[in-house]
């Protein structure tokens, strides 16, 4: 039996055709990969890797679809049916040449990153890469999505017609989309100027809010800042465009720190120096590069010593200079006690006179 020409044998032929056309994709598919996988073995470039392990997903289903794609006009069907199969197979290739896309923006990323290791102890040029490079990669994954995204609602034939019949208001359409999209226009041209200008790394160590913390990530509207005892502090991105902080490690890792002492004014500031300075030979957080100790204050009971010195980054520098207060403080305790801060008082009258008298017979009793 058949209807206008169609009929069971055709259906068995166009979904055989059908199904041959998808096992041979993935036919394909297994024997193309093996051989790449087989020659990526032999050689000893992380490129090739990067290729294979990010494109053999999505060219599982790439494959199959295209040729499904090339065999849907020879099929069998009704007009009508034919039409919305078609229509759906060209949907789900863009899709898949959308994830092709996007995993090539991957591969791209670990070729370049693979040789910068945010891990080392001298990472500024690491971190500078791996903030470019991640905020870039965010930036070309949105263009990636919403170019796919109009491609596919751009296959319909009434969206078709209202995208022309919009390009006719086209300028009051721009100015209203550009007020409504300002903020998010905002945030995505901050991202960028972010990865050009780097005012910010990953890893930096920063002062925001009040707040020590390391940058832990960058995207697009905020920006992660991992506080040293492991919060979170979520920015938004356009805040370190638009407001004053601090960065540590802007130029290089290296921090300068400091120890204040509060000390007697008999205190012996050149045999503090010299101790301070064998303090800081054994410890291991100096980095050995810069050293000191200065009188930087007095007031009408004591006298201010700061203590300078030197070390890797911001965790040693902290470190270091818990260290050198304890050792200090220690070191003052044991052999200038008399020199810690002390509050001196002037007795007159009566009762001063009567002080002196007692310490006088309490001397002549002594001798």
């Known amino acids: 039996m058949q209807t206008d020409g169609f009929g069971f044998s055709t259906l068995f032929f166009s979904l055989a055709l059908m199904a041959l056309a998808v096992f041979a994709g993935f036919a394909l598919h297994k024997g193309l990969f093996r051989l790449l996988r087989q020659l990526t073995a032999k050689t000893k470039n992380r490129w090739d890797d990067a290729l294979v392990k990010h494109l053999e997903v999505p060219a599982r289903l790439l494959l199959p679809l295209f040729l499904l794609l090339l065999v849907v006009p020879a099929l069998r ?8 199969l078609g229509h759906l197979v060209g949907l789900a290739f863009i899709a898949g040449m959308t994830w092709l896309l996007v995993a090539a923006v991957f591969v791209l990323r670990d070729v370049v990153l693979h040789k910068f290791d945010v891990n080392a102890r001298d990472n500024l040029r690491a971190r500078t890469m791996h903030t470019q490079i991640n905020v870039l990669v965010k930036v070309l994954l949105v263009l990636i999505i919403v170019i796919a995204t109009a491609s596919m609602l ?3 034939e009434k969206v078709r017609q209202i995208g022309v019949s919009l390009l006719a208001s086209a300028g009051i359409a721009g100015i209203i989309l ?5 903020k998010s226009l905002a945030t995505l041209f901050a991202g960028i100027q972010i990865a050009i200008t780097q005012p910010i790394r990953l890893d930096d160590v920063v002062i925001v809010e009040g707040e020590w913390g390391r940058i832990e990530e960058i995207t697009l509207t905020y920006v992660v800042v991992r506080i040293w005892d492991l919060r979170r502090l979520v920015v ?7 407001q004053p902080f601090q960065n540590w490690t802007r130029v290089t890792a ?3 720190g400091t120890v204040f002492i509060y000390a007697d004014y008999r205190i012996p500031v050149a045999a503090v120096r010299e101790q301070l300075h064998v303090f800081l030979q054994e410890s291991e957080h100096w980095d050995g590069k810069v050293w000191g100790l200065q009188v930087t204050n007095t007031t009408d009971r004591s006298v201010e010593l700061r203590a300078l010195m030197s070390a890797a980054d911001a965790g040693i520098a902290w470190n270091l200079r818990c260290e050198v207060r304890e050792k200090l403080l220690a070191w003052l305790q044991a052999n200038y006690a008399e020199c ?4 001196r008082t002037e007795i007159e009258g009566e009762f001063a006179d009567a002080l002196a008298a007692g310490a006088r017979e309490h001397s002549g009793t002594a001798t």
């Not at 550009?178 to 300002?182: M, N, T, V």
């Open 154 to 156: 751009m296959t319909f």
């Open 340 to 343: 810690l801060p002390r509050v």
């Open 254 to 256: 290296d921090l300068l």
């Open 178 to 182: 550009g007020f409504a999209a300002q």
């Open 77 to 84: 069907l009704p007009p009508q049916g034919g039409e919305i």
């Open 236 to 242: 938004p991105i356009t805040y370190f465009i638009e």
